[in-house]
């Protein structure tokens, strides 16, 4: 298993080793996940000002992202976000392709894809699809291939010859059918419940609607439909050609859903400015339905249609009045009820502001009236960031803390780092992290599926352990991809998650057969299965005894 990990097509470990040796990994950790919000705070602020915003509207962008659950929590369509708690070399490098999208709307496509080329060398999914979403945007918008796009092509092409290289002496040969079987909602769109259908939906209307409203929209546009156009190909041909889902097209939402806000604050910004109210108003209610469309998908699409649609004062009386009824109910209604319910503040807020909006035709203008709602709308958006059920930033400032500040020893953490070196280890097939956390050999766990992306020999090799270790993988993959949507349904509901019930549950007899498979020493089980044997290691939920 190490030594084909070594073999990915990716330097980002090896770079990230080679600077742990001389900062040490936890420093390394923290400066590289630094660097990297870094980056996209700067390419948030300048897109927005390419955009023609001034530096209000760059920091309502700065908002408005910051607001956004989908860019700190869960994206709409892969659920890989751009902040996540923890370093990898995907949250690494998708601040430096925004940085690279910010240079391709400044016109500089060349060192765009020479930024885009070298990032391939440390991630090439998240650099390819991005060079690959800005070349098919030029292709719709220019109708025809340019002198501009072969350059760049070759640009990028040259940015990433040590990937090529390495590709072409170890090329990887994967096996995304398995991989799809692993992880099935993030690659499988057919396979989503419908609570993730209309949420998506939702949400990619509103980040569409603040791109074909924009005045650069003739720019932005084509973006929002290569966007669109490269994830249906995966997703009406994912099943036919199974090769298709290791591509994930699905990770572009994060892209588009970060350009959607800048686009919004860019177009909202100059509205809130305006001494009418029916300017400024309807512009205060979609700032605050764009900040917080992530906690209901109805709020998304009412804020979408205020964008589209509510330029007269008939449309702005009838979206003021639907949204003020269903701000109002939701006050009222059990977070449960997906998709009605939303939070209380945001409810209120929704309330007030539809009201606002919808009334606003028939208030007088008035001198410093753009002022005060510019004032209120860039307060208000970080306020909502910061509620605890609101935005995104206090889940994300406690999981960040968790992964990266949480310096206190597990007990069995402390345990197995007194164990002997050539000790090795096996667990329950649903087991993740044990190879991490012991430092230890590991016979199979959960999480080494991804080794399916880019090789197949040792996925197999990995399946085999997996089966031998009880879990039947003829059954397994339905009974995955239905906990998957259960525990998918679960979350965006606001339900319990429910009990795991799609890997095996081992008996005494199974756990004894099992001890000393692939040359195991220990053998790790829950604390609820007792073995007539004196435990190496005990604690709440877990259970460790020395195989024979």
């Known amino acids: 298993m190490i030594a084909s990990t070594s073999g990915a097509p990716t330097f980002f470990w090896h770079a990230f080793a080679g600077l742990g040796q001389v900062f040490g990994v936890r420093r390394t950790a923290f400066l590289l996940w630094f660097v990297g919000r870094a980056a996209a705070g700067w390419a948030t602020w300048k897109t927005a000002r390419l955009l023609g915003a001034g530096r209000g509207g760059a920091a309502l962008a700065l908002a408005l992202v910051l607001a956004s659950r989908h860019l700190f929590l869960a994206s709409t369509l892969a659920g890989d976000p751009l902040f996540k708690a923890d370093l990898d070399q995907t949250s690494f490098i998708w601040p430096f392709a925004l940085c690279a999208v910010a240079a391709w709307l400044a016109g500089r496509k060349l060192p765009s894809a020479a930024g885009l080329g070298l990032l391939a060398n440390l991630n090439p999914l998240v650099a390819g699809l991005t060079f690959g979403w800005l070349c098919l945007a030029e292709l719709i918008a220019q ?55 209309l949420e998506a939906a939702c949400a990619l209307a509103l980040t569409v609607a603040a791109l074909i409203r924009h005045p650069d929209a003739k720019r932005l546009t084509p973006l929002a439909i290569s966007a669109l156009t490269l994830w249906s190909l995966q997703a009406l041909l994912g099943p036919i050609f199974p090769r298709l889902l290791a591509l994930q097209f ?47 998908p109805l709020l998304a699409a009412w804020a979408a249609a205020l964008l589209l649609f509510g330029r007269t004062p008939r449309t702005l009386t009838l979206m003021g009045t639907a949204g003020a009824v269903y701000g109002a109910a939701a006050l009222f209604l059990p977070q449960t009820w997906f998709p009605l319910s939303m939070p209380p503040a945001a409810a209120a807020g929704t309330c007030l502001l539809a009201i606002l909006a919808g009334v606003s035709p028939r208030l007088p203008a008035g001198p410093g009236f753009g002022r005060l709602c510019g004032r209120l709308g860039l307060p208000a958006v970080l306020v909502l960031a910061f509620l605890p059920m609101g935005g995104a930033v ?16 597990d007990p069995f953490d402390l345990w197995v780092r007194d164990t002997p070196k050539e000790a090795r280890f096996a667990a329950h097939p649903a087991s993740s992290g044990l190879r991490l956390r012991s430092r230890r050999p590991v016979y199979a766990e959960w999480s080494d599926f991804a080794v399916a992306l880019w090789d197949r020999r040792e996925a197999a090799a990995w399946k085999g352990r997996m089966e031998a270790l009880g879990l039947r993988w003829a059954d397994f993959r339905e009974r995955h991809a239905a906990q998957e949507r259960a525990w998918d349904r679960a979350y965006l509901q606001r339900l319990p998650s429910p009990e795991a ?33 004196e435990p190496a290691f005990q604690d709440a939920g877990l259970t460790v005894y020395r195989t024979p």
């Open 143 to 197: 109708r025809r291939p340019t002198k501009d796009l072969a350059a760049a092509a070759l640009v990028f092409l040259a940015g990433a010859l040590p990937l090529l290289l390495r590709l072409l002496a170890h090329p990887p040969s994967g096996d995304p059918a398995l991989m799809a079987d692993c992880a099935p909602l993030t690659y499988l769109a057919w396979r989503w419940p419908a609570e993730r259908w």
């Open 250 to 296: 699905f990770r572009l939402d994060v892209a588009l859903t970060w350009l959607g806000a800048v686009a919004a604050a860019a177009l909202l910004w100059p509205r809130l400015g305006r001494d009418e109210p029916a300017q400024a108003l309807p512009a205060l209610a979609a700032v605050w339905g764009f900040a917080c469309g992530t906690a209901s």
């Open 394 to 409: 206090p889940i994300h400032i406690r999981e960040t803390r968790t992964a990266v500040a949480d310096r206190t020893p």
């Open 501 to 533: 019930s799609d890997f095996p549950v081992w008996s005494a007899e199974d756990a004894r057969r099992l001890a000393g498979i692939g040359g195991s020493t220990f053998l790790l089980v829950p604390s609820s299965l007792s073995l007539a044997r």
